[in-house]
C-alpha cells in the first residue's frame, strides 16, 4: 500500500501555495510621446506630376498607314534632293541676266549728270558704281538660292513674316534715329547714306513664301471663309497698313495686289473675289476723293498741264521726255531732258529716259523682254513639280509683272504718280539685290520642273 501511496505522489504535480505563486507582472501602458513637427522654409515639396492619361493603342491598320505615309515622306524628300540637282531653266536665266545689264547701262546714262552735280564727291559714275556692287551682290545671291532646295524655304517662313513686321513697326515710330526719311516718306531704314534698305521690300517676299507655304497645305479648305480667307486677310490688312502708314501707297498695292493672286491660284472663291475688289475700288475712291489723300495728285494727273511748273511739272516733263524721243531716240547717253530737267530720271522714271535715247523701238523692246520673262515665269510656274512650287513662282512673278505695269503706267501719265520703281533699272541696291535673290527662289523651282514633251 505504502508502495502505491508513494508512487501515486509521484504522478501529481506538486502545487505551491497561494502565496508562493508569481503574480503577472502589469506593464504600465506608455504615453505617446508628441512629435515636434519640422519647420522647412523652402523648397515646398514637389507635388507629383499627374500622370498622363494613356494613348489609346494604335490598331494595326493605323500603324501600318503611318508607316506608309512616313515612308511616303521619306521617298519625297530623298526624290526632292535628287531633282534639286538639275538644271536650272536656262531661258529664265538669261532674261535675267540680259535685263540686269541693260539696266545698268541705261542707270549710267541717265544718272551720270544727277551723280556729278548733287552728290558731294560730284563724281558722275557713282550711282553706277553702287547699282553694279549691289548687282554682283544679288547675282552671287540668285544663283546661291537657286542651287538649294526650296522646300528649305518652308521652315523660315513664318520667321521673315515676323521680321517684316517688326521691320516695318520701326519705321513708323516717331524720332527713330535709324529711320530715313526723304522727299516727305519715311521707308527705309539704315545709317545715313552709307546703308539704307526698304523693310517693304522684304515684307513682299515674306507674304509670298507664308501665303505659298501655308496655302499649298489647304486644298478644299480655301474655300472656306473662316480658313481659306479670313487669316490671310489678317495678315495682308497688317502689313499693308504698316507700309501704308509710312505713306508707301504703291508698296502697300504690290502687297494687297501677290497676296489676292496667290489666294486667288489657292482656289478661294470667285464670289469673295469680286466682293474684294468691290470694297478695295470703294476704299480707293473714299480716301482719293473724300479723305482727301493725295488729291493733288489725281488732279494734276488727270490735267497735268495746268500746274507744270509746280504740281504737275513731275509728269508734264516726263510726258516731253517720251515725246522727244521720236520713233528711233535721240542715241544712247544724248538725252537732254536728265540734265536735271526731269525729276528722279534715274529712279522711278528711268523708263522715260529710255524712251528719249531708244525711242519707241528700244522701249518696246524691253517691254518685250519684260513681258518674255513674265510669261517664262507662269510657264515655270504651271510645271513646277509641286503645289509649294507652283505658288512661289506665281507670287515671284506676279510682283514683277505688277511693279513693271505700275511703273510705265506712271511714266506715262496711264496711272497717277507714285513712287513705284522699275524691276533691274531703277537705282536702288537692296531693292535690285532682293529683287535677284527672288528670281533666284524661281531658278530653284525650275530644277525639279516636270519633264514636258516635245514638240
Known amino acids: 500500500m505504502a508502495s502505491r501511496g508513494s508512487s501515486a505522489a509521484r504522478r501529481e504535480p506538486q502545487r505551491r501555495p497561494a502565496q508562493q505563486r508569481r503574480k503577472p507582472v502589469q506593464t504600465q501602458a506608455r504615453r505617446p510621446v508628441p512629435r515636434q513637427s519640422a519647420v522647412v522654409p523652402f523648397p515646398a515639396p514637389q507635388q507629383r506630376p499627374a500622370k498622363r492619361p494613356r494613348r489609346r493603342p494604335l490598331s494595326r491598320e493605323e500603324a501600318q498607314r503611318r508607316q506608309e505615309q512616313r515612308l511616303r515622306r521619306q521617298a519625297l524628300e530623298e526624290e526632292s534632293r535628287e531633282l534639286a540637282r538639275g538644271p536650272v531653266d536656262l531661258p529664265f536665266c538669261l532674261l535675267v541676266f540680259l535685263l540686269t545689264a541693260i539696266g545698268l547701262v541705261m542707270l549710267l546714262s541717265a544718272s551720270f549728270p544727277s551723280a556729278y552735280y548733287e552728290t558731294r564727291t560730284n563724281n558722275p559714275v557713282y550711282y553706277f558704281t553702287r547699282q553694279g556692287v549691289f548687282a554682283v551682290m544679288g547675282i552671287a545671291a540668285m544663283l546661291f538660292i537657286g542651287k538649294i532646295n526650296y522646300q528649305r524655304l518652308r521652315g523660315a517662313a513664318k520667321t521673315l513674316l515676323y521680321v517684316s513686321i517688326v521691320l516695318l513697326v520701326l519705321v513708323i515710330i516717331p524720332h527713330n534715329p535709324i529711320a530715313v526719311t526723304r522727299n516727305n516718306a519715311t521707308r527705309w531704314l539704315g545709317v545715313g547714306e552709307l546703308f539704307t534698305f526698304q523693310p517693304s521690300e522684304i515684307a513682299k517676299m515674306a507674304i509670298v513664301i507664308y501665303f505659298s507655304d501655308s496655302i499649298s497645305r489647304k486644298k478644299d479648305q480655301m474655300r472656306n471663309f473662316r480658313t481659306g480667307i479670313l487669316p490671310y486677310l489678317i495678315w495682308l490688312v497688317v502689313t499693308a497698313g504698316l507700309v501704308a502708314l509710312e505713306p508707301h501707297l504703291s508698296g502697300a498695292i504690290l502687297i494687297l ?199
Not at 509746280?310 to 544724248?334: A, F, H, N
Not at 533666284?440 to 514638240?455: N, W, Y
Request: proline share 3%.
Open 257 to 455: 495686289g501677290v497676296g489676292a493672286a496667290l489666294m486667288l491660284v489657292g482656289g478661294i472663291n470667285w464670289t469673295w473675289v469680286i466682293g474684294a475688289l468691290g470694297a478695295g475700288a470703294g476704299f480707293l475712291y473714299f480716301v482719293l476723293f473724300v479723305v482727301g489723300y493725295n488729291t493733288s495728285r489725281i488732279q494734276y494727273w488727270l490735267n497735268p498741264w495746268a500746274d507744270m511748273r509746280d504740281k504737275g511739272y513731275q509728269l508734264s516733263q516726263s510726258l516731253i521726255t517720251i515725246g522727244s524721243g521720236g520713233l528711233l531716240g535721240v542715241g544712247l547717253g544724248k538725252s537732254r531732258q536728265k540734265f536735271l530737267f526731269l525729276p528722279e530720271e534715274h529712279n522711278d522714271f528711268i523708263f522715260a529716259i529710255i524712251c528719249e535715247e531708244l525711242g519707241l523701238i528700244g522701249a518696246t523692246i524691253i517691254m518685250l523682254l519684260f513681258a518674255a520673262l513674265i510669261l517664262r515665269g507662269y510657264w515655270i510656274a504651271l510645271h513646277a513639280r509641286d503645289r509649294f512650287g507652283s505658288l512661289l513662282v506665281t507670287g515671284v512673278t506676279t510682283l514683277i509683272a505688277m511693279q513693271t505695269f505700275l511703273n510705265i503706267g506712271v511714266v506715262t501719265g496711264l496711272l497717277p504718280t507714285t513712287g513705284i520703281s522699275l524691276p533691274f533699272f531703277s537705282y536702288g541696291g537692296t531693292a535690285l539685290s532682293i529683287q535677284l535673290a527672288e528670281m533666284g527662289v524661281v531658278l530653284s523651282v525650275s530644277r525639279q520642273m516636270k519633264p514636258t514633251k516635245a514638240g
